[in-house]
């Protein structure tokens, strides 16, 4: 893995800019090519293990993937420092032991997420891992979400991915959304989301055409 994506915003800038994707490499090299291919903005990054960050200045991405990359509705629930359960949302993942024997989670969203609240289900965990659209030969790139909505989505696309042959084409996107609390303090936050935009064809479209 070359480098991680994530959701943020240099620390000059206001919250409500967390809607630019960031990318984190431990590569000088990786970080050089990106900000050339791609454009944005080099950051200092604190990240001992990922020291060159480059701010994007967009909310949406093309990615390729295929179904081996996608991991979606994965649960975990922790105890402490440990995993206590991992699950597909209907059996059972770890502990090896137990996977393949159901998990006993809610079928319906609506009750999981309320028994994730309590401390008492699991949480989503997921993750993609694909290759940039604009610069496919610098290698794979990882993304890590804990949002449910983004868990969903993921889902939907490693279905429609798993008729397809080969790579697709991925949009990856972050929108900011706004609540208040009962205190009447607005809180922002970003959501990622990602859909299938399409599927790669021919060589140039995966970046291998001479």
Same mark, same amino acid.
């Given at each position: ?32 090519a990106i900000t050339e291919l791609c454009g944005g903005q080099p950051q200092e990054s604190a990240a ?15 990615v390729f993937a295929a179904i081996p990359d996608i991991v979606a509705n994965r649960f975990v629930l ?15 993942? =770890? ?15 609506? =009750? ?34 804990? =949002? ?16 397809? =042959?080969g790579e697709a084409i991925l949009r990856l996107s972050l929108e900011v959304s706004q609540i208040s ?30």
């Open positions: 893995m070359v480098a991680r994506l994530s959701a943020g915003a240099s620390l000059s800038q206001s919250a409500a800019f967390g809607s630019t994707w960031r990318v984190n490499t431990e590569h000088r090299g990786v970080r050089d001992d293990d990922a020291p060159y960050e480059i701010l994007l200045g967009r909310s949406e991405l093309d922790a105890a402490g420092s440990h995993t206590a359960h991992v699950c597909d949302g209907q059996r059972l993942l =770890e502990p090896v032991s137990m996977a393949g024997f159901p998990c006993g989670c809610p079928t319906v969203m609506v =009750e999981r997420k309320a028994a994730a609240r309590l401390g008492r289900g699991p949480s989503p965990r997921s993750s993609l891992t694909f290759r940039l659209r604009e610069a496919p030969k610098l290698g794979s790139f990882s993304f890590d979400s804990d =949002e449910w909505s983004f868990s969903e989505q993921l889902g939907v696309v490693g279905q429609k991915l798993a008729s397809l =042959e609390t009962r205190t009447g303090t607005v809180v922002a936050y970003t959501r990622p989301g990602v859909v299938v935009v399409g599927q790669c064809s021919t060589s140039r479209d995966l970046g291998l055409a001479a």
